[in-house]
């Protein structure tokens, strides 16, 4: 009984690590950037910002169309009650401009989503390279604790035969002590990046994903003049900006349009009131004029001059900032790919380091402990290179942020 049991028990352990295994599934880059740009709340508050712009549009075009009201007053003294409905005739090109400063308005908050869609699949790459880089490191962390404690246990052995000394135990040590020191290090460092890809996914459970190694180097070649011209073409924070400066000229000249007249029309059946002999249709036409409201139509044209002179200046700076923020992507992307390089022959080094060593303890010239170190030096110096390349990754994905379009 015991026997079937214990049968019965690891039969279902294995089915429940078979069940866990096979919910883990592996994420490639594009299908997180996909569930980021659906889930992501910045996105979702830049679409509802594009929706209330939208509305605005509509509002500014209201005053095209006739405004119909009903009123009915008791007692009729001094009073209408009727079907009233006026209609805008002409008011100077004030409404047209209003118009056109919503749907500039509207233009804007579209790009404004736009930066924010870019930012979210930057932020998304970001996390899912340096979340791979760590994993990586991990790997390489924990290779560094196996060797050090061999390490350790092979110079105490020697040390009780006299062949090192308690300086080179101690060694030992403090070296296993680093070592495991640096691994608790990049598993924090791994769960940190699981948890900032998780937040740019808007994952709000458990992160039950494997993520799809992606360690092919490919360099690209960028001239650094076209990308600056390219980034402040595209750019769609800079476009976003010009939008603004037309919606500010737009304001501008309705507010100075606001000072002449408005010409509207007017059609009412009214019931009764003054100047009413009885139930009866009136039509006519008119003229509003405001010709002193303390000085508030001329604050609306100030106000809206010195928007348009902010939404200019906004330009100016964002320009500078655009040139700066490409040139120091491209400086990032050459210091990227020289690491590349340098870590590269830094870990053929260690190799070849490594191959002599073996070689020297084949022949009983070299200790274990020499090979010991020659194999955590390999494992240090492919993580290095691991990283960089995963660093010069992030290196293109920030400057295509900052150009504004792929590198191909």
């Known amino acids: 009984m015991k026997s079937l049991g214990m049968r019965l028990i690891l039969l279902i352990s294995l089915s ?3 069940f866990a295994q096979e919910r883990v599934e592996t994420l490639s880059l594009d299908e997180a950037i996909k569930i980021a740009l659906e889930n992501n709340p910045d996105l979702k508050a830049s679409g509802a910002s594009v929706d209330i712009m939208r509305a605005r549009v509509r509002g500014a075009q209201s005053n095209y169309y006739p405004q119909v009201q009903f009123r009915f007053v008791l007692p009729f003294v001094e009073h209408e009650s009727g079907i009233f409905a006026d209609q805008l005739i002409w008011d100077f090109w004030r409404t047209p401009n209003l118009v056109k400063a919503s749907k500039a308005s509207l ?3 579209e790009f404004d989503k736009e930066v924010t869609r870019e930012d979210v699949i930057l932020n998304t790459k970001v996390a899912y390279y340096t979340a791979l880089a760590q994993k990586r490191i991990v790997e390489a962390m924990e290779k560094m604790v196996a060797q050090n404690e061999k ?4 110079t105490e052995g020697f040390f009780k035969v006299g062949r090192s000394s308690k300086l080179d135990v101690t060694k030992a040590n403090v070296n296993l002590g680093n070592a495991k020191l640096n691994l608790i ?3 924090n460092n791994m769960e940190t990046a699981k948890i900032n890809l998780a937040r740019m996914m808007g994952i709000k459970g458990d992160f039950n994903y494997e993520l799809e190694d992606m360690l092919e180097y490919k360099k690209v070649d960028v001239n650094l003049d076209s990308a600056i011209s390219k980034a402040l073409d595209l750019n769609p924070q800079l476009k976003s900006l010009r939008a603004k400066e037309v919606a500010s000229k737009a304001e501008l000249s309705a507010s100075k349009d606001a000072l002449y007249p408005t010409v509207f029309g007017r059609v009412a059946y009214r019931f009764a009131g003054a100047g009413a002999t009885g139930p009866d249709f009136i039509a006519g036409a008119g003229i509003r004029l405001f010709l002193f409201q303390g000085f508030s139509r001329l604050s609306e044209v100030n106000e ?3 928007k348009l002179e902010h939404s200019e200046a906004e330009i100016e700076s964002l320009e500078g900032d655009i040139r700066s923020e490409v040139k120091q992507s491209y400086m990032n992307l050459k210091f990227a790919e020289e690491s590349v390089e340098v870590t590269g ?3 053929m080094s260690a190799e070849e380091n490594l191959q002599l060593a073996q070689e020297r303890y084949r022949l009983g010239t070299g200790s274990a ?3 010991s170190e020659a194999q955590a030096l390999v494992a240090s110096t492919s993580a290095n290179h691991i990283e960089a390349i995963y660093n010069y990754k992030i290196a293109v994905a920030k400057l295509e942020r900052a150009i504004g379009e792929k590198i191909e």
């Not at 390490?151 to 092979?154: G, H, K, T, V």
């Open 369 to 371: 402990v020499e090979l």
């Open 151 to 154: 390490i350790l246990e092979q």
């Open 345 to 347: 022959t830094s870990e």
């Open 16 to 18: 429940l690590s078979a």
């Open 185 to 187: 290090t990049a598993k």
């Open 107 to 109: 233009k804007s908050s």
């Open 304 to 306: 809206s001059r010195a």
